[in-house]
């Protein structure tokens, strides 16, 4: 907003492009201490920022509790007696409990219970209203289908809070067909653990669009994170019609719960999810055909585009 409404930024911006090798986009380059220190950049951006809020009738801030702006903005809302709401995401910790202005919120909006229970000594009111998949309808259309040789699958970031090293250490070495797909700053590693086991198959970063692709390839979805506010790809699994081994984790009690999805694991304890894996082989092909549509039945009743639509509508209706 600043490079838009100003030229000296726009022209500065510019040779701090060039000097840096023409990398990212120019107006990424307006942050530095000639601006700070000479044009009063951190003044002009709060003003912009200022402006925009006070044509609001309510603002929503979906960010992390130490997101940049986030108690600049809250302040000025209280200040002006606009509603802020804040949707959480990422992870919480103590910390959080030193940011007075978190106090000043409208309301928060929690995935889950869980997380809406680390900030109960904030005090401030709540609702929770978890999330939707973007390819609801895509997913919803995949064959609920169940093979004896059940297919595991994992995907997302590989970061290490994902668990993903874990699994691919834990599958390198065993028979069962394993796809992993994602990417991040663990891949190499996660490639090697796989490399000499015909039986593990990686997939690429798969895009949001191609979901289908990779949700055909298995019948059961693991969540393996050790720390999680969704993750959002329970959710898409559950659309999928997966069965789902999870860490107990974010909403992913929630949303499982009476399903009869009951296949839990602790990703401290590797030996554990061989123990869940014995216990879903030896399900019936039924069993599971059952769980699959309580999954989709919940997404439906509970998580579908609609549903989640109007709880948000409900909230912002009311605030305002």
């Keep these: 907003m600043v490079y838009d409404e100003f030229l000296i930024f726009r022209i500065i911006n510019f040779l701090t492009y060039f000097k840096n090798g023409l990398r990212k986009r120019r107006s990424t380059f307006g942050n530095n201490y000639f601006t700070k220190k000479y044009l009063k950049y951190d003044e002009k951006r709060s003003n912009l920022l200022r402006n925009k809020i006070s044509e609001s009738d309510l603002v929503l801030l979906v960010m992390q509790l130490h997101s940049n702006f986030s108690e600049e ?38 995935h889950s219970n869980r997380t809406a229970n680390k900030l109960f000594n904030l005090k401030v009111p709540y609702s929770i209203i978890d999330q939707a998949s973007l390819q609801e ?45 994602g990417d991040g700053p663990l891949k ?55 069965i789902i081994i999870s860490t107990r984790v974010g909403a992913m009690e929630d949303r499982l719960e009476s399903t009869n999805n ?28 059952n769980i699959s549509c309580n999954l989709r039945k919940k997404i439906i009743e509970n998580y579908s585009n609609q549903k989640i639509g109007e709880l948000y509508l409900n909230e912002i209706t009311q605030l305002i």
């Design 188 to 242: 190499n590693e996660i490639l090697e653990n796989i490399e000499f086991n015909v039986n593990c198959s990686y997939l690429g970063a798969v895009p949001q669009y191609n979901l289908n692709f990779f949700f055909d390839k298995i019948d059961v979805f693991i969540v393996s994170s050790y720390e999680e506010a969704g993750p959002y790809t329970g959710l898409e699994a559950m659309a999928a019609g997966k």
């Design 262 to 289: 009951d296949f839990w694991f602790d990703i401290n304890e590797i030996s554990t999810l061989d123990s869940v894996i014995r216990k879903l082989k030896s399900e019936e092909t039924t069993d599971l055909e």
């Design 73 to 110: 903005i809250i302040e000025f809302c209280r200040k002006e007696n606009i509603p802020c709401v804040f949707r959480t995401t990422g992870n919480i910790n103590e910390e959080v409990f030193e940011f007075k202005h978190l106090k000043k919120i409208s309301r928060f909006i929690h």
């Design 137 to 181: 309808e895509q997913l919803l259309k995949l064959k609920l289908k169940k093979e004896r040789n059940l297919r595991f699958g994992f995907l997302g970031r590989f970061t290490k809070e994902k668990g993903a090293l874990e699994l691919s250490e834990f599958f390198g070495s065993r028979e069962e067909q394993f796809f992993i797909a």
